[in-house]
Every structure is written in structure tokens, then in C-alpha cells.
Nanobody, 126 residues
Framework: QVQLVESGGGLVQAGGSLRLSCAAS????????MGWFRQASGKEREFVAA??????????DYAPSVKGRFTISRDNAKNTVYLQMNSLKPEDTAVYYC?????????????????WGQGTQVTVSS
């Protein structure tokens, strides 16, 4: 069993930055995908970014809408994954969720993730 706790959300002006953190308790392995998803009001949950390892180094994948602006990273010693969000836009406003997919190697599919955090709100004002 893995429990995930997100933090770091808030209100920011367009063009600003935020850093989300997700602390995992319980055992995870390098082949597990640790991902970030988001859900805007009235919309379906969507993939943002994921990181995994097939040996070394760690890989990362991003949704096209955030590529070049967001960076996902992982600190194995702290069992924590981060999402650095730069050049934020109003359309990035959503609840952001951290998730772990056992052995899923960076999947972007919501249904393939086994554990989810409670979410953290990110609001970007124009």
C-alpha cells in the first residue's frame, strides 16, 4: 500500500511559477511510474507528466501542453516526486494529483495508476 500527500499548490499570476511536491509512504520501485495528473472544473482528469526508470537514468514524459514549461523530478532518498511549473497560464488552473502506477513505466493513462493523492489546487490568474 502506498499513501501519497501532495503540497505546494496555491494562487499565482500568469507567467509565475509553483513547485508541487508529493511524498510517498510505502514501498515504491524504480519501475513504478510516478505521475502528475490534473483535473479542471467540469473536465476529465488528464495526464501532465510521469517519471520512471528502466535501470538508469530516470526517464520523464510530458503532455504536449506542458512540455518545456513543467519539469518532473524524483528524489528516491525522500521517496518524493516534484513538479516544477514555470510560465504558468490560466489554462493550467486545476486540481493536481500525484499518482503511482505499479510497474507502469511512465504511462499517461489514468486507469493504469494504482494509488492517488488527495490533490492540491493550482489557480493561475490572468
Amino acid at each position: 500500500q502506498v499513501q501519497l500527500v501532495e503540497s505546494g499548490g496555491g494562487l499565482v499570476q500568469a507567467g509565475g511559477s509553483l513547485r508541487l511536491s508529493c511524498a510517498a509512504s510505502g514501498r515504491t520501485s524504480s519501475s513504478d511510474s510516478m505521475g502528475w495528473f490534473r483535473q479542471a472544473s467540469g473536465k476529465e482528469r488528464e495526464f501532465v507528466a510521469a517519471t520512471w526508470s528502466a535501470g538508469k537514468p530516470y526517464y520523464a514524459d510530458y503532455a504536449p501542453s506542458v512540455k518545456g514549461r513543467f519539469t518532473i523530478s524524483r528524489d528516491n532518498a525522500k521517496n518524493t516526486v516534484y513538479l516544477q511549473m514555470n510560465s504558468l497560464k490560466p489554462e493550467d488552473t486545476a486540481v493536481y494529483y500525484c499518482a503511482v502506477g505499479r510497474g507502469k513505466y511512465g504511462s499517461g493513462v489514468v486507469s493504469e495508476y494504482d494509488y492517488w493523492g488527495q490533490g492540491t489546487q493550482v489557480t493561475v490568474s490572468s
